[in-house]
Nanobody, 124 residues
Framework: QVHVVESGGGLVQAGGSLTLSCSAS????????MGWFRQTPGKDREFVSA????????LYADSVKGRFTISRDNAKSTIKLQMQSLKPEDTAVYFC?????????????????WGQGTQVTVSS
């Protein structure tokens, strides 16, 4: 069992930066691939970024590539999502997710454990 908790959301102006953090409890964090997803009202939860157990494989959605950076610290059982050059269309509830297995994937159905989400609002 993995318990996932996000933090760091908030309100930021367009062009600004924000860093989200995710802590995951459980003995297998170092062997879990982790991901970030986001969701706006009335839309499906969409993939943002994922990182494998060793940080050797990192995936990004095209919409955030070059602006967002994912990283992990296995010693602290945490991952971060550094978001730069934020746009109003980045406004969403951001979810951290843990996957059984080490391989990073973009399909949300492959992630077994989810946090409650943290709101990110980008004003124009």
């Amino acid at each position: 069992q993995v318990h996932v908790v996000e933090s760091g959301g908030g309100l930021v102006q367009a062009g600004g930066s924000l860093t989200l953090s995710c802590s995951a409890s459980g003995p297998t964090f170092a062997r879990n691939a982790m991901g970030w997803f986001r969701q706006t009202p009335g839309k499906d939860r969409e993939f943002v970024s994922a990182i494998n157990w060793s940080s050797s494989t990192i995936l990004y959605a095209d919409s955030v590539k070059g602006r967002f950076t994912i990283s992990r610290d296995n010693a602290k059982s945490t991952i971060k999502l550094q978001m730069q050059s934020l746009k109003p269309e980045d406004t969403a509830v951001y979810f951290c997710a843990a996957k059984i297995g080490m391989v990073a994937v973009s399909d949300r159905d492959d992630y077994e454990y989810w946090g409650q989400g943290t709101q990110v609002t980008v004003s124009s």
